[in-house]
C-alpha cells in the first residue's frame, strides 16, 4: 500500500513517464531524453512568456522604461 501512496502525490506527466521508462536505461539515451525534455519544457516557456509579452502589449522600450525607473529609484 505504501507504494500506491507515494504515487498519489505525482501528477499524471510524472506517472506516465514512470510507466513508460520502467525499463533501465543506457546512459546516451537517458542523456538524449533529458535533452528531449529540456527541450520541451523551454518551448513551453518560451510560448508563455510570448503570450505574456503580447496580451501586456509590451515592448523592448517599455521594459527598459521599467528599469531605469527601478535603477534610480535605488541610487
Same mark, same amino acid.
Given at each position: 500500500m505504501l507504494v !500506491?501512496?507515494?504515487f498519489n502525490t505525482l501528477s499524471n506527466a510524472q506517472f506516465e513517464i514512470l510507466k513508460m521508462f520502467s525499463k533501465p536505461m543506457n546512459n546516451k539515451?537517458?542523456?538524449e531524453l533529458k535533452q528531449?525534455? !529540456?527541450d520541451f519544457l523551454s518551448k513551453r516557456i518560451d510560448d508563455e512568456v510570448d503570450e505574456?509579452?503580447?496580451a501586456r502589449e509590451l515592448s523592448q522600450e517599455k521594459l527598459d522604461s521599467v528599469l531605469n525607473t527601478h535603477v534610480n529609484r535605488h541610487k
Open positions: !500506491k501512496d507515494s539515451d537517458l542523456t528531449l525534455l !529540456k505574456i509579452w503580447d
